[in-house]
């Protein structure tokens, strides 16, 4: 047992919105490497504003898991965003490495917010262009 280990606790003013940022979202790391926290994994929220999109994108070799605090959101995948599915509070979301993906609010009032935990402790973003996928109308 190490005696010299030490918990952290991360106020939500404390967070770093530094982080790695895709157009259309906020990312704000809770447990990072910027923070002065030591760990294999890193965690944070990730909020899209309403009737708000991402851009394409997806997180190299890392594996994604969120857990849906609020609101709902449509997430779009695959080659082209042909694969569709809706995520709402209370829901968990698990997003494979490398996998092409965007996020999307249909909500006119409410933003949606996630919490995030990555599988390294440095975020992985790689945005693509605008123009990556044909423009797929927003579901309700």
Known sequence: MSTSATINIVSPAQFDQGTAQTPGCERRAAIAPELNIASAIWGGLFEVGPGSQTGVHHHGEQETIAFVLSGICEIRWGERGETVAKARAGDFIHVPAFL?????????????????????????VINLPDDAWPTLPVRS
Request: charged share 20%; no cysteine; aromatic share 8%.
């Open 100 to 124: 092409l993906h965007m996020e999307i609010n249909p909500s006119k009032q409410e933003p949606f917010r996630w919490v995030v935990v990555r599988s390294t402790a440095t975020p992985v």
